[in-house]
């Protein structure tokens, strides 16, 4: 079986004082970087969905709980109203709307965060691929509604919905639960489906659950959402101002009557992301230097600036919500909307209603055939041109775990049912908690005992990956290690006075004694603005490669990363018995230089902004990198190389 999951965090920022000691103390995952890392990667989105999907089933129990406990508390506390008010104008609301239409706005815009991160950064860059999720969402959808109306019949209007749209934050975390053994790529593959699925369920709150428009308030509204496109076309980086525009467009949709959560979506999904710029990096380090020689306001809110603009909004506004949204928001919408009075007649009943069995057909059948299907049909239309990026095994097991509703479910449910409908829905969307899960393990399960190549095959499937390398390995320029023709090849980008660098040398050596078809590849990425030496101790270890010791000088610099002088690097020459004079001389020359600035520049083209940065067979590796997590990845390449032959 492979296991293609993987531990621990993305490289942070780095490079000095308790950063760098904090780190080393920790998994294998730092990196140094000019200012901080490129990515907002998927892992850590799913890491606190992992998280906050755990806090989530916590509220849902208490709020469960609490509905059977006392003498109807848990209506009353959630039917009190709140006002804010400004003047003669105000809104008021009872509690459980302030969290289904406010607070959720908040849950939503998360999850166009990161859609819009896949779109721009992961795997989605690839225009091509929209077109798979797209089409696995909408059957996704699609298969579950016709399901349940078979069921349940036609009544009442728009109660459909609450038969059809997965869970972001539950079905990503039962994944990483109950998954394990799922390549990584389903991840994003759900995710995107997940969202989609999403943008279909908020279409089917404004327009079928909405009882009436206000035409002036929504045409406000609709405005304001086009003056924050604007303003990000126009380059404006103030969060404050779109947070002002994008509270104005809610209270209008709110006024207008329809869900205002929608404009948390929206907003999500127009606030771009970008890897970092080498001179974005560059510059915000000499702004903090300007600011450490003399500390000053000024020069402080400079060197602020600077570090902001050299990330892009959508990383900047993820890494400021998201816990708020994993680990408040969607628990609190958890406690205001699970709860209800459960006994032994009710569930006998329940279970036995059309309600309740049609929603879990739906999402238990319906939602793995529909997502399976609609990826089968691109597939086949494509004529395999379009594959989805797994096997159909992980295809469909994610389909399964995909069958979990709770949070849009819920919102459609307190909007199409009431009294004891609404009872019998909330049922049967909890349901889905425990058996959708179940079902995703007996596809492992099943899975676990086909022959080795099938299984392979059924997991990993035959999708080639995206290749993230712009400059390919050339036998006749690069460093290499490992055999020539090697099935695996994992190349990095390092700095030979970068910590983490050093840090993964150990681990790079027991990986390749490890596989002996794998070639291990050194691309130089001189960090020459936050270590000062890192130029020449590259420069050095080429000039040994002039005379055949590059490796031998490669690896002495890394474990004597304190002390990279000119005067210690000659010792380390003379520990080598390499030939001096011819050393010193292509030191003086600076003959390596030339090929350092080609790999600078191939790092560039490829998006590096950091050290160590991995490839492995030319696709980016977005995980740690202790020696089981490159294990995994390594297997995997490799699965997928024996595949395609």
């Known amino acids: 079986m492979v296991d293609t999951t993987g531990s621990g965090r993305q490289p942070g920022a780095g490079g000095a004082g308790t950063g760098v000691a904090a780190a080393l103390r920790g998994p294998l995952s730092g990196r140094t970087a000019w200012a901080r890392n490129l990515e907002a990667p998927l892992r850590d989105f799913m890491r606190t969905e992992t998280g906050s999907a755990a806090v989530l089933l916590v509220g849902a129990i208490a709020a469960l709980v609490w509905a059977n406990v006392g003498d109807g508390g848990y209506e ?149 959402f086009a003056i924050i496109v604007a303003a990000r076309g126009a380059g404006v980086r103030n969060g404050g101002v779109y947070a002002l525009l994008a509270v104005i467009a809610w209270v209008a949709f709110l006024k207008s009557g329809v869900d205002p959560i929608v404009v948390g979506l929206a907003t999500g999904l127009v606030t771009i992301a970008y890897p970092a710029a080498r001179a974005d990096l560059e510059r915000a380090t000499d702004l903090f230097r300007v600011f450490r020689e003399q500390p000053s306001s000024e020069l402080q809110q400079s060197a602020r600036a600077g570090l902001r603009s050299a990330i892009s909004p959508n990383e900047r506004f993820q890494a400021l919500f998201h816990p708020f949204a994993g680990y408040v928001v969607v628990p609190l919408f958890a406690l205001a909307n699970a709860g209800f009075a459960i006994d032994g007649s009710f569930l006998r009943h329940a279970y036995t209603s059309a309600i309740t069995l049609g929603i879990l057909a739906a999402y238990l059948i319906g939602k793995p055939i529909g997502i399976s299907a609609g990826t089968w049909l691109v597939t086949r239309c494509s004529r395999g041109s379009i594959r989805p990026p ?61 022959p080795r190549r099938l299984r392979l095959r059924a997991l990993v499937g035959e999708a080639e990956a995206i290749v993230d390398l712009a400059v390919p390995v050339n036998d006749e320029r690069d460093h290499i290690r490992g055999p020539h023709d090697a099935a695996v090849t994992l190349l990095e980008y390092g700095d030979l006075e970068c910590p983490f660098c050093g840090q993964a040398e150990t681990v790079l050596r027991d ?135």
């Open 76 to 224: 009353r506390v959630w039917h009190t109203a709140l006002s804010i008010r400004i003047g003669g104008s105000g809104l008021t609301q009872d509690l459980r709307h302030w969290v289904n239409d406010g607070l959720m706005a908040v849950f939503f815009f998360v999850v166009g965060l990161e859609a819009r991160r896949e779109f721009d950064l992961g795997e989605l860059r690839d225009r091509r691929r929209l077109l798979l999720p797209l089409a696995a969402g909408l059957s996704g959808m699609v298969v579950p509604v016709v399901i349940y109306l078979a069921i349940r019949g036609p009544a009442p209007a728009g109660g459909w919905g609450t038969a059809m749209s997965t869970d972001t934050a539950f079905a990503l975390g039962m994944l990483a639960l109950v998954g394990r053994r799922f390549p990584d790529s389903l991840r994003a593959f759900i995710l995107t489906v997940a969202v989609v699925d999403d943008l279909v369920a908020l279409v089917v709150i404004a327009v079928v659950l909405t009882t009436s428009v206000h035409a002036t308030p929504l045409l406000i509204g609709l405005g304001v």
């Open 390 to 450: 797994v096997g159909w095994a992980s295809v469909i097991g994610g389909g399964a775990v995909a069958g979990i509703g709770f949070t849009v479910s819920l919102l459609i449910a307190t909007l199409a049912f009431h009294g004891e409908a609404l009872r019998e829905a909330k049922l049967g969307v909890l349901t889905t908690l425990v058996a959708a899960p179940v079902v995703s393990w007996l596809v492992i399960r099943f899975t676990a005992r086909l």
């Open 511 to 645: 990986l390749l004694a490890d596989f002996g078809d794998l070639r291990y590849v050194w691309r130089h990425l001189p960090l020459n603005d936050v270590h000062p030496h890192a130029q020449l101790a590259a420069e050095a270890s080429e000039a040994a490669g002039t005379l055949g010791r590059f490796w031998e000088m490669h690896e002495l610099m890394l474990s004597h990363q304190g002390d990279l002088t000119l005067r210690a690097i000659l010792g380390y020459a003379q520990e080598l018995e390499l030939d001096m004079e011819a050393f010193r001389e292509a030191l003086r020359k600076r003959k390596g230089s030339g090929h350092i600035a080609q790999d600078v520049e191939s790092a560039d083209l490829s998006g590096v902004s950091g050290t160590p940065t991995f490839f492995i067979n030319g696709h980016r590796h977005q995980e740690a990198y202790d020696l089981p997590t490159l294990t995994r990845a390594v297997r995997l390449a490799r699965a997928r190389v024996a595949l395609a032959q």
